[in-house]
Nanobody
């Protein structure tokens, strides 16, 4: 079972927090970088945050820098996105993404997405 499964989305008021989780299976999770993307209605899917295989380095979209924190626990094959100080413009479907390799073949793997809605 090669898959990514997101959880933790929901409805939260502006200024609130959510913690998303992405459970990975079917590939060597610890060998690959991971990313969170999001897609709001009518907009292109955008990269939110990325993390190296060991978790030693991270990158963030300017729009979330200082508010979101990406992390991973390789022992649990799980990636996280801690979202603080949430804004209405953070409303989107959030997707977990992996690009992994088997021999010479590259694969793109997406989770099913989890809805995050920021509203009063």
């Amino acid at each position: 079972q090669v898959q990514l499964v997101e959880s933790g989305g929901g409805l939260v008021e502006p200024g609130g927090s959510l913690r998303l989780s992405c459970a990975a299976s079917g590939f060597t999770f610890s060998s690959y970088p991971m990313s969170w993307y999001r897609q709001a209605p009518g907009k292109e899917r955008e990269l939110v945050a990325a993390i190296t295989s060991t978790g030693g380095s991270t990158n963030y979209a300017d729009s979330v820098k200082g508010r979101f924190t990406i992390s991973r626990d390789n022992a649990k094959n799980t990636m996280y996105l801690q979202m603080n100080s949430l804004k209405p413009e953070d409303t989107a479907v959030y997707y977990c993404y992996a690009h992994y390799r088997v021999l010479t073949w590259d694969y793109d793997l997406w989770g099913q997405g989890t809805q995050v809605t920021i509203s009063s």
